[in-house]
């Protein structure tokens, strides 16, 4: 509420209350008058904590009237605070409003310095001895900055009247600094001072600097808020964010899926999909690039908001992350579109909230790359530039165009027995894109419906073989409905996706809280359907499922006898996990010193966010304290 109060009467003093919903437009579409303008920047700058304000040319190009207003409102502005002003010839009206005038003439040098009412009478004085003509002594007009510059200005040919412009200046600026010094000096001498105004000086006790302001958390909550509306009209209001959101992603989608709409024999079908690993390589290629040129000149275009803002100490960490809010908000709107069409055409069934998930943490990732680069470039080129810089390495290392198997034998360490069974190379480890790209195909072959469900009930089968307590009546009961409830799903069979689902679900629920009549009577496959589709096909991807059996043929190969990063593995290693244990005495055994594949990638993917971010602040904070 005070600072609501603060700003209408700011808008009440600078005479801006009849246009304060007004947009302000841009230079090409301008909605308010230059004065309005210069006014309603000065008002910007009032709401700072600072106590001297510098103005350079705040008048300029302005009517006479609006630099009455102006001037005006830095009179005003003085009564409390300090006030520096450069004005270009200002008009009588103006110069009367300041307490104090420096004349600098041409090469910085000094011409006068005193009161504005005192520098008119000095220089009709330099008038009278130097014998210099003009016509407004003549007419006794009120004589202003105008004045004042033709006297400095007179004409060796012409003195008087006429134009000066181009003319040869009768008296060079050396003389009347010498001569303003050698007038301070008498007046000092007749007054009885030894020292002249302009070398006073005075020990002034040093005043401690001020500090920082403490706000609530209610104000922190407030200054995110506006950073945050901020970052998002401006992208709502931008026609190219909307073009890329609506138009964009979903023709991305559809050319590349219907590009890749392929099934080696016969009519397309997702089971038989010969290239859903290249869709989901490409679907985070596309994440990555839109988070990248969606944020890669976001803190460039800001950086003279900021510079603006920054006396107010608004904090660089609430902008970055209120910036990084709202791109990822429209990433992430962006990533949900082309997911749609994109699955649409490819048949994929059941998987669209972790396929989104991983394509928005991707988009976030390239969106906190792209702000650590325009909040260190200096021109949008250069951020433009560094694009393809950040993208094309990833790509090439993720792990789709070349397979690692087939890459350069010096990517490796310990080539013999790391490249040919499932090894990433050494540069490959810090591509964000390897591991966005490793996770959604590792998504989509465990997430979808029928894997979902098979692996829950896989894994209560093991946990009981593994435990070593005897089983009594009620467990060996509820063990065998598991072990019938999983081989009923791998031989249940639907006519259409959504029955698949059904029925997965129906098989799922009976096997884990069902009684055995409910297993042995329920029908997965009906003799009289003799057309039903077994229900993994419309789930599983054979290409995909490939994959993952390799992967996990290496990651369980007895040969190895330390744990090592296979890529496409379901698990990963933990660092320090040591030696690899016997694979008969582990087989139904969950061990600590793995993780999953989707909780490790997007434990990196998360770490690389947070770090973009913190060298984002750090380098907006440390340009935020620059003097220029």
């Not at 006479?64 to 008009?91: F, N, Q, W, Y």
């Not at 000086?201 to 001020?210: A, K, N, Y």
């Not at 026609?239 to 590009?259: F, K, M, N, Q, V």
């Not at 059996?549 to 744990?563: G, S």
Request: charged fraction near 25%; proline fraction near 5%; aromatic fraction near 8%.
């Amino acid at each position: 509420a005070e600072h609501e109060r603060r700003v209408d009467s700011m808008l009440a003093e600078l005479g801006l209350q009849s246009i304060a919903q007004r947009r302000v437009g841009a230079p090409g579409d301008k909605t308010i008058s230059g004065g309005e303008r210069s006014r309603l920047n000065l008002g910007v700058d009032l709401g700072s904590r600072a106590e001297v304000f510098l103005f350079d040319e705040p008048i300029s190009g302005l009517s006479s009237k609006d630099s009455e207003h102006v001037a005006e409102t830095l009179r005003s502005l003085a009564r409390e605070k300090i006030v520096i002003a450069s004005l270009h010839r200002p008009g009588a009206s103006v110069l009367r409003l300041f307490d104090k005038v420096l004349l600098l003439d041409s090469g910085g040098r000094l011409a006068y310095f005193g009161t504005p009412a005192a520098m008119v009478g000095y220089f009709r004085d330099a008038c009278e001895e130097l014998a210099i003509s003009h016509p407004s002594v003549t007419a006794k007009s009120p004589l202003g900055a105008d004045f004042v510059f033709d006297v400095l200005e007179t004409p060796l040919s012409l003195i008087g009247g006429g134009s000066n412009t181009g003319a040869a200046r009768r008296f060079p600026p050396s003389f009347w600094q010498e001569r303003y010094e050698s007038v301070d000096l008498m007046q000092s001498l007749q007054l009885g001072s030894s020292v002249s105004k302009l070398a006073e000086s005075q020990e002034v006790e040093r005043l401690p600097v001020p500090p920082k302001p403490v706000r609530r958390g209610r104000a922190v909550v407030t200054v995110f808020a506006t950073h945050f509306m901020r970052s998002l009209l401006s992208k709502l209001r931008n026609r190219g964010t909307i073009y890329s959101t609506c138009l964009e992603s979903p023709l991305l989608a559809a050319l590349i899926s219907i590009t890749l709409r392929s099934s080696p024999q016969g009519s397309y079908q997702f089971s038989t999909a010969l290239h859903i690993p290249a869709y989901l390589f490409l679907s985070v290629t596309v994440a990555m690039f839109l988070g990248l040129t969606n944020s890669a000149t976001e803190v460039l275009r800001d950086r003279p908001i900021l510079r603006r803002e920054r006396n107010c100490q608004p904090g660089a960490g609430s902008y970055v992350i209120a910036k990084f809010t709202a791109l990822g908000l429209v990433a992430a709107l962006q990533c949900l579109v082309y997911l749609i069409v994109g699955n649409y055409f490819l048949g994929i069934e059941g998987t669209l909230p972790d396929l989104w998930l991983w394509m928005t943490l991707t988009a976030w990732t390239g969106t906190a790359m792209a702000l650590v680069v325009s909040s260190m470039v200096k021109s949008e080129r250069a951020a433009l530039t560094a694009v393809p810089l950040l993208l094309v390495p990833q790509m090439l290392l993720a792990g789709a165009l070349v397979p690692y198997r087939e890459m350069n034998h010096g990517l490796f360490n310990n080539t013999n027995s790391v490249r040919e069974r499932g090894g990433v190379p050494i540069p490959a480890s810090v591509m964000p894109l390897r591991y966005a790209y490793e996770a959604i195909v590792v998504a989509q072959a465990t997430r979808n419906p029928f894997e979902k469900e098979r692996l829950r009930l896989q894994r209560r089968i093991d946990r009981a073989r593994s435990s070593n307590e005897p089983m009594n009546a009620v467990m060996a009961e509820r063990f065998d409905l598991i072990k019938e409830g999983l081989r009923r799903l791998l031989a249940s069979g639907a006519r259409s996706p959504e029955e698949a689902l059904e029925l997965v679900e129906r098989i799922g629920r009976i096997a884990t809280s069902g009684t055995r009549i409910e297993v042995e009577t329920m029908k997965v496959w009906p003799d009289n359907e003799p057309k039903l589709r077994p229900t993994s096909e419309f789930f599983v991807n054979e290409r995909i499922d490939l994959l993952i059996r390799e992967a996990e043929t290496f990651r369980n190969d007895y040969r190895d006898k330390e744990r090592r990063v296979i890529f496409y593995g379901l698990k990963k290693p933990l660092p320090f996990s040591g030696e690899k244990p016997n694979a008969a005495s582990d087989e139904y055994v969950e061990r600590d010193d793995e993780i999953e594949t989707q909780k490790y990638c997007g434990i990196y993917l998360l770490g690389v966010v947070l770090s973009c971010g913190l060298i984002s602040t750090w380098v907006i904070s440390r340009q935020n304290r620059q003097t220029k």
